[in-house]
Nanobody, 124 residues
Framework: QVQLVESGGGLVQAGDSLRLSCAAS????????MGWFRQAPGKEREFVGA????????DYADSVKGRCTISRDNAKNTVYLQMNSLKPEDTAVYYC?????????????????WGQGTQVTVSS
């Protein structure tokens, strides 16, 4: 069992940067691959990016590739999502998720644990 708590969301202007954090409980954090997803009002949840248990493999959605970087600090049980050059279309609730295993996957149904989400709002 792992509990995830996101933080770092807020209201920013287009072009700004934001770093989201996801703190995980438990002693086996390094066993989990981690993902970031987002859901905008009226839209389905979508994949943002993911990182392997070691941090050596990352994957990103095309919509954020080149603007976002996922990293993790296993000593701190925390995964980060650095977002740059934010756009109004990035406005959404951002969720982190954990899956048991080493694969980096874009499908939400492959993840076992979810945080409560943090709101990111980008004004134009």
């Amino acid at each position: 069992q792992v509990q995830l708590v996101e933080s770092g969301g807020g209201l920013v202007q287009a072009g700004d940067s934001l770093r989201l954090s996801c703190a995980a409980s438990g002693r086996t954090f390094s066993s989990y691959s981690m993902g970031w997803f987002r859901q905008a009002p009226g839209k389905e949840r979508e994949f943002v990016g993911a990182i392997s248990w070691s941090g050596g493999i990352t994957d990103y959605a095309d919509s954020v590739k080149g603007r976002c970087t996922i990293s993790r600090d296993n000593a701190k049980n925390t995964v980060y999502l650095q977002m740059n050059s934010l756009k109004p279309e990035d406005t959404a609730v951002y969720y982190c998720a954990a899956r048991i295993g080493r694969a980096v996957l874009p499908r939400g149904d492959e993840y076992h644990y979810w945080g409560q989400g943090t709101q990111v709002t980008v004004s134009s």
